[in-house]
């Protein structure tokens, strides 16, 4: 089926009151396993791609096996470039052929942070590439930055960010943080209700892993339309190999554990799915 851009998924999505889960991705494993979840389930999907993961393996080898798999794949599929953190990477990313790009200057001044946002928009426009940027901080460990200052998203600075900026979507900081979370967050529900009351493009949340999921369902219906989840597919993936490893102590052949880390991975993946809402919306 197709390689599409997150566009089309993402506002669908809004219309229907569903998300598009988003799921960040560090090998040839973990893009398997990603879309032979999504095909179980019949949903479209976004698989991700961070700086430190570009870092590992390469924008062209994430490209190459995406693009292979989805072009084979019976649901559509979207590749998003995920906290880019700067023009130049934005501008790789769009170039080896990514489907959808985010710039992330949630760490810049407000004014700043448009300037850097309008130039990836305007970049990526002649191609019709959705531009996804955050506004206020989401907490934790994001990548290889710590953020130990989080700041909530203002609605009246999401209405003018939006205006200025042309973006096609809005990661939104409403108390969520990327990684392990200690006790439960507390999410500010209302707040990003007031938000969508006046943002009319999708909205994102971002540091899914470990919300409740009870909490990820009432932000959904509250108008987020793209959830991303990293940490507990990374989790999912190691646990099966080291339980494979731990049986058999004397395998060697990468292939027999790999097939074990992708099918914990597929198995978190299709729960995400569920949780999204976005099963059979292909
Ligand atoms: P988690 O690692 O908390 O799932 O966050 C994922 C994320 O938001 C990636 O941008």
New binding site residues.
Partial sequence: MAFVTTEQMLRTADQEGYAVG?F?VENMEMVMAVIKAAEEMNAPAIL?T?PSTIKYAGLPLYYANVKAAAKSAKVPIALHL??GNSFSLAMQALRVGYTSI?IDGSHEAFDDNILLTQSVVKACAPSGIPVEAELGK?G?K??DLDCNDPGYTDPDDAVKFVEETGISSLAVAIG?????YKGEPKLDVERLSEIRKRVSIPLV???????PDEAVRECIRRGISKV???????IAYSNGIKQFLKDNPDAFDPKKYGVVGMEYVTKVVKDKINVCGCANRV
């Fill in positions: 988003a960040n991700q961070t995920d906290h985010m989401v934790g994001e990548d969520t943080a990327h990684g392990i949340l971002h540091g899914a892993s470990g919300v991303n989840f990293a940490t507990e597919l990374r």
